[in-house]
């Protein structure tokens, strides 16, 4: 059984517009949840995390939001590029393991 | 070299072949890991290792086995495996501490099991 889920397997926006990617997870030994982003033939990126202390990390043009009561999190990308196009990875870690349980990922492409 | 490195890049073997996986980081990390990635499905941590010490192995079988003589290198060595395992093989590193320490990644290794 997943404990991190990515329902979306693609998504498709156009340049300047807002990238919105989401993430649900059930283990709520989870504290800490990150974003890795990857291109095709590299490893995965990291791209930026949250504690789950927070509710909003904010890292240039992009934010990372989460709700702890629907354990729910989304990443925001204002505005979209081109060069934004590749697979975003959720991931979450609790302070017990020093291990990341990952998403299945979402495919974002961004149209010029 | 820089960050996580893996060799070979790209690696075909039969069934009753030995091989292993290589991985290297030059970034001063303590904690080291190897992770699963097959076709449409999440990443699968397989092992963990904090200052060379085995700490997590997430149930791998045992035609998977790996080495870390420091904390510098990881070894994934593969024998009688199955066309099943072919997959992207990923190694990344941490530094020592909390659960939120970000993992770099290297570029993986794309196994191919005839």
């Known amino acids: 059984d997943q404990q991190v889920k990515q329902n979306s397997p693609s998504l498709s926006v156009q340049e300047g517009r807002i990238s919105i990617l989401n993430c649900d997870y059930t283990?709520?030994?989870?504290?800490?949840f990150l974003w890795y982003k990857k291109y095709p033939a590299e490893g995965p990126t990291f791209l930026i995390s949250i504690s789950s202390i927070k509710d909003k990390n904010e890292d240039g043009r992009f934010t990372v939001f989460l709700n702890k009561s629907a354990k729910h999190l989304s990443l925001h990308i204002v505005p979209s590029q081109p060069g934004d196009s590749a697979v975003y990875f959720c991931a979450a870690a609790d302070t017990g393991r020093r291990a990341l349980t990952f998403g299945s990922g979402t495919r974002l492409q961004v149209q010029p | 070299e820089t960050g996580v490195t893996q060799t070979p890049r790209h690696l075909v073997m039969g069934m009753t072949n030995k091989k292993s996986l290589k991985c290297e980081q030059h970034?001063?990390?303590?904690?080291m890991y190897w992770y699963k990635q097959s076709a449409k499905k999440p990443l699968e941590l397989m092992f963990v290792y904090n200052f060379k010490e085995q700490t997590e192995n997430n149930s791998v079988p045992s035609r998977f086995s790996p080495e870390c003589p420091n904390s510098s290198h990881l070894f994934l060595h593969l024998h009688t495996l199955q066309p099943e395992d072919s997959a992207l093989y990923l190694c990344?590193?941490?530094?020592?501490?909390?659960?939120?320490?970000?993992?770099?990644f290297g570029p993986g290794t794309r196994l191919t099991v005839l």
């Open positions: 970034l001063g990390h303590n904690a």
């Open positions: 283990n709520s030994m989870f504290d800490y």
């Open positions: 990344a590193s941490s530094a020592p501490g909390g659960a939120g320490n970000e993992q770099f």
